[in-house]
């Protein structure tokens, strides 16, 4: 027996997990010493010198807060740094909007994006009592992870983005949903689709959120970058204000990440819209439930952060001056490679590199074409055909053009 | 357009007609009926929080030093990655189990940085449920953190007792806790609190984690330990350490639930760490693959920011001896509060034998006192505290303490 016990290790059956698809194309570039490699995988926004980009209102507040002796370190409430949900909230819906001034919302602070799409899927799969789950085609990853371990056991697609434009397929998306069973959930992207780029005009809008309705889906809105698709935070917020003016039912998932740099401090909420203050105090009670066992309460320092930042109006004009850079910068970038592209004649429709909106851009190259450009020309981006505006710069736009037009020139 | 608003209807019945509201959580509920009493005189024994003679919260100074230190440094902001920050998971796994640990010189320790304890211990149990190769229950003292059955269920396992306190006695109930050890199933898993045991403040002396250790190496159980009290059950983080080590000397390939909340006072800023002690080096790699397949859909990856001031204050020496210094302090601090809670309560008259009240370890004082009286305490006197019995001397205000003895006095006399 002693032998046994000596031999036996509990976990030797066990296999290697896959290795995440993104981390792994990160560890080929950083082992990569070409001089000219270009990382277009990455998930965070970089500047024009290719490196990360605090913010400089969070450097600003993260000052004056490492010097105020009022701060302390203790447990924040279940739901969160209220100053925090508050000010996110407004952000979202707007100060006017009737579900603030009705009081028929609850917020409730998690980790960041995930944390927030993990507390909402797991929700709603207890209490809308369906194991149903409806997620664009392509998606974010993890929203198929997310749903799988929150229990939904029928995790379907929506057409959404069309390969041959390279632009929405809005008739397909609206057929899907249609056909998608009463009472069941669907995740939508707010803007800046991740990781197509491809986001429905108002008009589509309007026809999915009819759809919606009609077919009683419960929406759970992944809202990662607000402000931060087109720099005009109300303009983002449209899909989610205009559904809240239908009277409708949602729970919204918001991160802080992107639009405000602070991509490892993990801020976020949930915030749900519901019919009456009376559902609200409900919904927020089993949220806490759910919150207490995975991670009992949210870290302070990032929600204290962006509390600070939005609440007090000087910072929160510097934060719409960074938000400004950085889609400012994007568009810049996207610009110059579509000229770029056009100027060289380089073969395809290339206006989907300007059409599309926010921080990826799903190019259209295939997977052999993705090879190439790794190989040759060492640019890193996904296997998708995805890439990262951001990673693009002045000094190596002309490269990767250049490198885009071969590729495609040569490989099909 | 018509057509529209006439569907918008906000009388249209929500989707949440059925919905209750959600079990109250037994601290943070009995806190919030604590905060809406608007009696004057009242005192909150619900949470176990560290506080300064006042009552109030405590920052400890080497934290805002280093915290200072940190936001000057002017750090990115990027992903820590789904395991978190490297440094801070070596750093914390060498506290706990010591530098030239064997599993650590052998590189045998699957980590990952957590959400604080909690995450720590959910990713924990989602692991075994999901991939433990035998009985998927486990076993917990007694008497344990309310959180931790609740915590065990939600991930899939089921949840059993084994005898740990002794009521008669105020102390470890060995002889119970060994049979029940020797009669679980064979590879079951069992969950220890490694010091300052939360809420009965009884934990196993040296001699007794290795008769522990001898019958679970015997019934081959799987153990995880909850270090959440390290450096407060006798003010020396290596002392405190000690039970643990002993078990991993001796083999046991077990797991480890650690959080920075309590002995650096970083609460909100929910800094853990989850180790899992493997059997070999390629194990470890392939554990923290598995790992990760559990935390992305979680939460993705950890928060940085307590995780840089832990690291900070482990790796420089001289942040790290100012730690050591204040948390010493914050230990002595409690064991004042404990002594003068002793005093007064001698001091009311009282019968009843409270030498229990210096034998016990770290934050808390589990007291005996009943349901009915602990109810009694909370309506005649505004005291809240858990319906256990559990008194967290750790919280208890300078001024409060003559108070609470003589309402104790008050409500255990007969």
Same mark, same amino acid.
């Given at each position: 027996?002693?032998?046994?016990?000596?031999?036996?290790?509990?976990?030797?059956?066990?296999?290697?997990?896959?290795? !995440?698809?993104?981390?792994?194309?990160?560890?080929?570039?950083?082992?990569?010493?070409?001089?000219?490699?270009?990382?277009?995988?990455?998930?965070?926004?970089?500047?024009?010198? $290719?490196?990360?980009?605090?913010?400089?209102?969070?450097?600003?507040?993260?000052?004056?807060?490492?010097?105020?002796?009022?701060?302390?370190?203790?447990?924040?409430?279940?739901?969160?740094?209220?100053?925090?949900? !508050?000010?996110?909230?407004?952000?979202?819906?707007? =100060?006017?909007?009737?579900?603030?001034?009705?009081?028929?919302?609850?917020?409730?602070?998690?980790?960041?994006?995930?944390?927030?799409?993990?507390? =909402?899927?797991?929700?709603?799969?207890?209490?809308?009592?369906?194991?149903?789950?409806?997620?664009?085609?392509?998606?974010?990853?993890?929203?198929?992870?997310?749903?799988?371990?929150?229990?939904?056991?029928?995790?379907?697609?929506?057409?959404?983005?069309?390969?041959?434009?390279?632009?929405?397929?809005?008739?397909?998306?609206?057929?899907?949903?249609?056909?998608?069973?009463?009472?069941?959930?669907?995740?939508?992207?707010?803007?800046?689709?991740?990781?197509?780029?491809?986001?429905?005009?108002?008009?589509?809008?309007?026809?999915?959120?009819?759809?919606?309705?009609?077919?009683?889906?419960?929406?759970?809105?992944?809202?990662?970058?607000?402000?931060?698709?087109?720099?005009?935070?109300?303009?983002?917020?449209?899909?989610?204000?205009?559904?809240?003016?239908?009277?409708?039912?949602?729970?919204?998932?918001?991160?802080?990440?992107?639009?405000? $740099?602070?991509?490892?401090?993990?801020?976020?909420?949930?915030?749900?819209?519901?019919?009456?203050?009376?559902?609200?105090?409900?919904?927020?009670?089993?949220?806490?439930?759910?919150?207490?066992?995975?991670?009992?309460?949210?870290?302070?320092?990032?929600?204290?952060?962006?509390?600070?930042?939005?609440?007090?109006?000087?910072?929160?004009?510097?934060?719409?001056?960074?938000? *400004?850079?950085?889609?400012?910068?994007?568009?810049?970038?996207? !610009?110059?490679?579509?000229?770029?592209?056009?100027?060289?004649?380089?073969?395809?429709?290339?206006?989907?590199?300007?059409?599309?909106?926010?921080?990826?851009?799903?190019?259209?190259?295939?997977?052999?074409?993705?090879?190439? /450009?790794?190989?040759?020309?060492?640019?890193?981006?996904?296997?998708?055909?995805?890439?990262?505006?951001?990673?693009?710069?002045?000094?190596?736009?002309?490269?990767?053009?250049?490198?885009?037009?071969?590729?495609?020139?040569?490989?099909? | 357009?018509?057509?529209?608003?006439?569907?918008?209807?906000?009388?249209?019945?929500?989707?949440?007609?059925?919905?209750?509201?959600?079990?109250?959580?037994?601290?943070?509920?009995?806190?919030?009926?604590?905060?809406?009493?608007?009696?004057?005189?009242?005192?909150?024994?619900?949470?176990?929080?560290? *506080?300064?003679?006042?009552?109030?919260?405590?920052?400890?100074?080497?934290?805002?030093?280093?915290?200072?230190?940190?936001?000057?440094?002017?750090?990115?902001?990027?992903?820590?990655?789904?395991?978190?920050?490297?440094?801070?998971?070596?750093?914390? *796994?060498?506290?706990?189990?010591?530098?030239?640990?064997?599993?650590?010189?052998?590189?045998?320790?699957?980590?990952?940085?957590?959400?604080?304890?909690?995450?720590?211990?959910?990713?924990?149990?989602?692991? /075994?449920?999901?991939?433990?190769?035998?009985?998927?229950?486990?076993?917990?003292?007694?008497?344990?953190?309310?959180?931790?059955?609740?915590?065990?269920?939600?991930?899939?396992?089921?949840?059993?007792?084994?005898?740990?306190?002794?009521?008669?006695?105020?102390?470890?109930? *060995?002889?119970?806790?060994?049979?029940?050890?020797?009669?679980?199933?064979?590879?079951?898993?069992?969950?220890?609190?490694?010091? =300052?045991?939360?809420?009965?403040?009884?934990?196993?002396? /040296?001699?007794?984690?290795?008769?522990?250790?001898?019958?679970?190496?015997?019934?081959?159980?799987?153990?995880?330990?909850?270090?959440?009290?390290?450096?407060?059950?006798? $003010?020396?983080?290596?002392?405190?350490?000690?039970?643990?080590?002993?078990?991993?000397?001796?083999?046991?390939?077990?797991?480890?639930?650690?959080?920075?909340?309590?002995?650096?006072?970083?609460?909100?800023?929910?800094?853990?760490?989850?180790?899992?002690?493997?059997?070999?080096?390629?194990?470890?790699?392939?554990?923290?693959?598995?790992?990760?397949?559990?935390?992305?859909?979680?939460?993705?990856?950890?928060?940085?920011?307590?995780?840089?001031?832990?690291?900070?204050?482990?790796?420089?020496?001289?942040?790290?001896?100012?730690?050591?210094?204040?948390?010493?302090?914050?230990?002595?601090?409690?064991?004042?509060?404990?002594?003068?809670?002793?005093?007064?309560?001698?001091?009311?008259?009282?019968?009843?034998?409270?030498?229990?009240?210096?034998?016990?370890?770290?934050?808390?004082?589990?007291?005996?006192?009943?349901?009915?009286?602990?109810?009694?305490?909370?309506?005649?006197?505004?005291?809240?505290?858990?319906?256990?019995?559990?008194?967290?001397?750790?919280?208890?205000?300078?001024? !409060?303490?003559?108070?609470?003895?003589?309402?104790?006095?008050?409500?255990?006399?007969?």
């Amino acid at each position: 027996k002693m032998a046994e016990i000596r031999r036996v290790s509990y976990f030797d059956q066990l296999e290697t997990a896959k290795p !995440d698809p993104v981390f792994n194309v990160l560890v080929k570039f950083k082992e990569d010493r070409d001089q000219n490699k270009v990382n277009l995988s990455v998930g965070a926004y970089r500047n024009e010198e $290719g490196l990360p980009w605090v913010l400089p209102v969070v450097r600003t507040v993260e000052a004056q807060m490492s010097t105020d002796l009022m701060l302390n370190h203790e447990y924040l409430p279940l739901d969160g740094l209220k100053a925090f949900t !508050d000010s996110a909230t407004k952000l979202l819906l707007g =100060g006017d909007s009737p579900a603030i001034t009705q009081n028929r919302f609850c917020a409730f602070q998690a980790i960041s994006g995930t944390g927030s799409v993990r507390v =909402g899927l797991q929700f709603l799969n207890k209490f809308l009592q369906t194991d149903t789950i409806y997620l664009s085609k392509p998606t974010w990853s993890n929203h198929h992870g997310i749903a799988r371990d929150t229990g939904f056991a029928n995790i379907k697609e929506y057409r959404y983005y069309n390969p041959d434009t390279k632009g929405l397929d809005i008739e397909g998306m609206i057929a899907d949903l249609t056909s998608a069973p009463e009472n069941c959930v669907v995740v939508l992207h707010t803007c800046a689709h991740n990781p197509t780029g491809v986001d429905p005009n108002r008009d589509q809008w309007l026809r999915i959120i009819n759809v919606i309705k009609e077919r009683k889906l419960f929406p759970l809105m992944d809202t990662a970058y607000l402000g931060f698709a087109t720099g005009d935070v109300d303009n983002d917020a449209w899909p989610v204000r205009e559904m809240v003016r239908q009277g409708m039912e949602l729970f919204i998932a918001q991160s802080f990440a992107k639009n405000f $740099g602070l991509y490892n401090e993990r801020v976020g909420q949930l915030c749900c819209v519901l019919s009456s203050p009376e559902v609200c105090s409900a919904v927020l009670s089993q949220l806490k439930f759910i919150g207490r066992r995975l991670w009992s309460n949210c870290p302070h320092h990032g929600a204290r952060i962006v509390a600070t930042a939005l609440n007090n109006p000087t910072l929160y004009q510097e934060w719409i001056d960074n938000l *400004t850079v950085m889609t400012g910068r994007i568009k810049d970038m996207r !610009d110059g490679l579509f000229q770029r592209l056009k100027a060289k004649g380089t073969p395809g429709n290339w206006d989907h590199i300007v059409n599309q909106i926010g921080m990826f851009s799903y190019t259209g190259l295939n997977g052999d074409q993705v090879e190439y /450009l790794t190989k040759k020309y060492h640019i890193y981006l996904l296997s998708s055909g995805r890439i990262n505006i951001s990673g693009l710069n002045h000094a190596n736009l002309d490269y990767v053009a250049a490198a885009i037009h071969d590729t495609v020139t040569n490989i099909k | 357009f018509n057509f529209i608003t006439k569907m918008a209807t906000r009388s249209e019945r929500s989707v949440w007609s059925h919905l209750s509201h959600g079990p109250i959580d037994p601290t943070f509920g009995l806190f919030d009926s604590y905060r809406n009493d608007p009696r004057p005189r009242k005192v909150n024994m619900a949470i176990g929080i560290y *506080t300064d003679d006042k009552g109030g919260p405590y920052v400890l100074p080497i934290v805002k030093k280093v915290e200072r230190y940190i936001v000057e440094k002017e750090l990115d902001k990027e992903y820590a990655g789904i395991m978190g920050y490297h440094a801070f998971r070596q750093a914390a *796994t060498e506290l706990v189990l010591g530098k030239d640990s064997p599993a650590i010189v052998n590189k045998l320790c699957a980590t990952a940085q957590t959400v604080a304890g909690t995450s720590a211990l959910r990713i924990i149990a989602t692991f /075994l449920a999901k991939l433990y190769p035998y009985g998927k229950t486990v076993y917990m003292s007694n008497h344990t953190w309310p959180n931790h059955p609740t915590i065990f269920k939600e991930s899939g396992l089921t949840v059993e007792k084994y005898r740990y306190y002794d009521s008669s006695t105020g102390g470890l109930d *060995t002889a119970g806790l060994y049979e029940d050890l020797q009669k679980m199933p064979e590879h079951s898993i069992v969950l220890f609190q490694a010091c =300052g045991h939360n809420p009965t403040a009884v934990d196993p002396k /040296l001699d007794e984690w290795a008769e522990i250790s001898r019958i679970c190496k015997e019934q081959s159980h799987f153990l995880i330990f909850d270090v959440t009290y390290l450096g407060f059950a006798s $003010g020396d983080i290596e002392q405190d350490a000690a039970g643990i080590r002993k078990l991993v000397a001796d083999g046991h390939k077990l797991a480890l639930c650690q959080s920075f909340s309590k002995n650096m006072g970083l609460y909100g800023d929910r800094a853990g760490n989850a180790i899992l002690v493997c059997s070999s080096e390629e194990e470890k790699t392939i554990v923290e693959s598995q790992l990760s397949l559990i935390i992305r859909p979680m939460y993705s990856n950890p928060p940085i920011h307590g995780a840089r001031i832990v690291t900070e204050i482990l790796t420089n020496p001289e942040f790290k001896t100012e730690w050591i210094k204040e948390q010493r302090e914050m230990f002595d601090h409690v064991f004042e509060k404990r002594r003068k809670l002793h005093e007064a309560l001698i001091k009311t008259g009282s019968t009843l034998n409270w030498s229990r009240v210096m034998e016990q370890k770290g934050w808390f004082f589990f007291s005996g006192i009943t349901k009915e009286q602990v109810e009694k305490l909370e309506k005649d006197h505004g005291i809240y505290m858990s319906k256990n019995g559990r008194i967290p001397v750790v919280a208890l205000a300078a001024e !409060d303490i003559e108070y609470v003895a003589k309402a104790i006095h008050e409500v255990t006399r007969h």
